[in-house]
Each structure stands twice: as C-alpha cells, then as structure tokens.
C-alpha cells in the first residue's frame, strides 16, 4: 500500500494512492485500516508530509561508498542525530534557502516510519515495528555544520525536512536504488544494500536509546554525492519502489 496524508477542500486526511484515486482512510494508520465510503483523485490533493512524528532520528555515514568517498573509517556504531518535526515539508513544496547560509546541501535518503511504540526491540522483531518506507531530503546549511561542529542549527532550520510522496509498506529495504537528480541530472546513486548498518540493526539500535513512538521516523543516511543547491533549483530524491520526492528551492527567508 502506499498510504499518505493530504489536504483537500480545507481539510485533511490519510488516504491509500491507488493508480489515480486515494481510498480515504477512516482515523490514522497507526492501528486497524479502515476506509470511508468515498475516494478522491490524487490529482486533485495537496500533498502533506506522511507521517507526524515525535522525532526524526537520522543515521550519519552509512553507506559504504560514501565513506570511501570521504575517506573516512567505517564506524562501528550508527552515528545519530536528529531533527525537529517542524523542519518537516511534503513532495511539491518549497525549501527555503535561509538568509545568511552560504552553502544547502541536498542528501537523498531511505527513510522508515515507525507503526507502533517500541523500545528494546531485537533486531529479528523489527519488522512487526515499521509501518512502511518513504524517501527524505536531509537538507543540511554546509557551512553552519563545519562552523558549529555539531549538527543541530545546519539540519533544523524550517522545511530542510522534505519527507514523501507517501509511505510504500509492501517493499524489502535491503536492496533499494537510492538516487538524486539536481534540475533533471542525476547527482546520487547507490543503493541500500551497502548500508553499513542495515535497517532491522539501525531501528533495534534506536529502540535502545529511545522509545519509538507511532509516526516516528528514522532516516538511514545517504549515499555518495552529495552537493549544493541554489534558489530556484529541484531537487528530486527517486527510491525504487517508492516513487520521487520533488522540492523546488526558495530563496531569502
């Protein structure tokens, strides 16, 4: 399935994509499916962020060709950090490029919306936890993160979240294309089975910091490639089975 969450006519809902309809969901689903009586065309909704999470928990670092690329170890933990909900905007919206930051860096990446609470999960259990899949831009103010050393202002900054178009729930993460594509050229690609730390390790590593909340999101790290975005650019992030995620940049906020 690949369930989303949309505006329309002044209000908002999460609904199932089915070719060009959406099946409306009746509440969330974060617990039994259940669908309204009536369907609406994807054509005619506004796109919203899929999932409303408590935290985003983002892996840096994890890809092995990225590594190479930096030329830096491999670690041997997942090096976490996070962002706040309100970075979060959905597929067609607009980043915006803030005052004053000198460098925006795209970073395409695999991200799991969590289903159901968990803390202390094993690995081998993780998949009963994930709702599904989506991609996610981890847009990031280059030149603040080398400034500040720690990461919290270069990935915070309102709409450097894109998440989208929608969670896919029916795909195997291990062996995904991950790709970005700046104005129509493709700028990243690799794919997920050279994550250092596959996904069923990164939730259950999660899960033993941090309780998981329903709509929760962990993102897995992006691949080799990474560059700058100017106003006025697209940036598009593709994961097979998925679908693309697509942001225009704004600039002067």
């Known amino acids: 399935m690949r369930i989303l969450r949309f505006a329309y006519k002044g209000k908002q809902g999460w609904g199932i994509a089915e070719e060009e ?24 909704i506004r796109f919203l962020p899929p999932a409303t999470p408590q935290k985003i928990v983002l892996a840096g670092l994890n890809y092995r060709d990225h590594a190479k690329e930096l030329k830096m170890p491999i670690p041997d933990e997942p090096v976490l950090f996070l962002k ?6 959905a597929h067609k919206q607009k980043i915006l490029y803030p005052r004053g930051v000198t460098r925006l860096d795209y970073e395409a990446e695999l991200a799991i919306v969590i289903k159901k609470e ?6 081998a259990g993780v998949s009963r936890y994930i709702l599904g899949y989506t991609c996610l831009n981890d847009v990031t103010a280059r030149d603040l993160q080398k400034k500040d050393v720690q990461w919290t202002r270069a990935k915070s900054f309102d709409t450097f979240c894109p998440l989208g178009p929608w969670v896919e729930t029916e795909i195997d993460p291990a062996d995904l294309r991950v790709s970005a594509a700046l104005n129509g050229e493709r ?3 690799s794919r997920t089975s050279l994550f250092i730390f596959p996904v069923g390790y990164l939730v259950s590593f999660v899960s033993r910091i941090m309780t998981l909340m329903p709509g929760d999101v962990i993102s897995t790290g992006t691949p080799p490639g990474v560059g700058p975005v100017q106003a006025g650019d697209t940036i598009e992030v593709e994961i097979e089975g998925i679908g693309k995620l697509s942001n225009k940049v704004e600039g002067g906020i």
């Open 118 to 123: 968990a803390r202390n999960i094993p690995e």
């Open 21 to 44: 309809m959406i099946r409306v969901l009746r509440g969330t689903p974060f617990g039994k499916i259940e669908f309204d009586s009536y369907k609406i065309p994807l054509g005619k």
């Open 84 to 89: 706040p909900p309100t970075a979060l905007i």
């Open 187 to 189: 700028k990243q690609d």
